[in-house]
């Protein structure tokens, strides 16, 4: 009998009930092809952390013949499966390799390969994929989103979802194809239940995020939410005051400053479809930019 068949039949409504928890909590995903047994590993690493303990010495008794009953134990039993996940730096030494790893790309295809290898991340242990971004390469638009979603980790590929769906149409509406744009994220790796990634991450992650914008030397970047736009255009004002104002943004691989504004995030106009005439109207000055000489 395995867990996947029980005793007596589970009623349809529990099961239902269950997944909806499951939703709520962030539970949408494996990343695994079996369950982890945490109690089991946490026994083994208590009787292996006993056994390293000298017993206290008493005159009158002498040492025993044989093992411990606890140490026997520890030697018998196996290591766990699944080794727990560690960040092996901290989290400034983590930003400082981020840096250095990013520096050193030469193409995109490198920058993704050190992406890929950077392990100062622990968000990395959680998601399926590494969505490192797609699009044309010399693109003159590049837009850059906070972090990819269940779909996005799914696929490997950044807004693919109904997000993404919104987003080629409003980049249609302007005549651009989605395949001539470059699109990515501050972070690579999906947080876990969809959560906002915490300054820590994304400090982490920002410097692969620039390496990019260097290498691919867009006319006009575009960050869609507040969470890119601060990060991007190093700024504490809220979307609604980023939004439709332009900054030039340097980066020591840039020969020159290029433009940069902030666009409402796709997700929430699909949440709030009134700010459309808000996007319409950006979207309409970003097309200026990108036709100007």
Not at 274 to 285: E, G, I, S, T
């Amino acid at each position: 009998m395995t867990i996947f068949e029980p005793a007596t039949p589970i009623p349809s409504a529990a099961l239902a009930a269950l997944l909806r928890w499951y939703d709520m909590v962030g539970v949408d995903g494996f990343v695994g092809e079996t369950a982890r047994n945490r109690f089991e590993e946490t026994a083994v690493e208590n009787a292996a952390r006993k056994a390293t303990t000298r017993p206290p010495q008493t005159r009158s008794v002498a040492a025993p013949a044989a093992p411990p009953p606890v140490e026997a134990q520890a030697r018998q039993a196996t290591p766990a499966a699944i080794p727990a996940w560690t960040v092996p730096v901290p989290g400034t030494v983590a930003a400082d390799d981020a840096r250095d790893m990013a520096r050193h790309a030469a193409s995109l295809a490198d920058l993704q390969a050190a992406y890929a290898a950077f392990e100062g991340c622990a968000l990395k242990a959680t998601a399926k994929s590494l969505v490192f971004g797609n699009g044309a390469e010399n693109a003159s638009l590049m837009l850059i989103g906070e972090a990819p979603g269940r779909e996005e980790d799914i696929a490997g590929e950044p807004f693919v979802g109904r997000s993404g769906q919104l987003l080629n149409r409003m980049l249609a509406a302007i005549g651009v194809e989605r395949t001539d744009v470059r699109v990515t994220n501050i972070i690579a790796w999906r947080p876990p239940g969809n959560r906002s990634p915490t300054p820590a991450e994304t400090e982490m992650c920002l410097p692969f995020v620039l390496r990019q914008i260097e290498l691919v030397a867009p006319k006009v970047v575009v960050c869609l939410g507040s969470p890119s736009a601060k990060a991007i255009l190093s700024s504490n004002d809220g979307i609604m005051k980023l939004r439709g104002r332009w900054n030039e943004l340097s980066l020591p691989g840039l020969p020159a400053p290029i433009q940069a504004t902030a666009l409402l995030h796709p997700a929430y106009l699909l949440r709030q479809p009134a700010q459309k005439r808000l996007a319409w109207r950006d979207l309409l000055a970003v097309k200026d930019r990108l036709h100007r000489d």
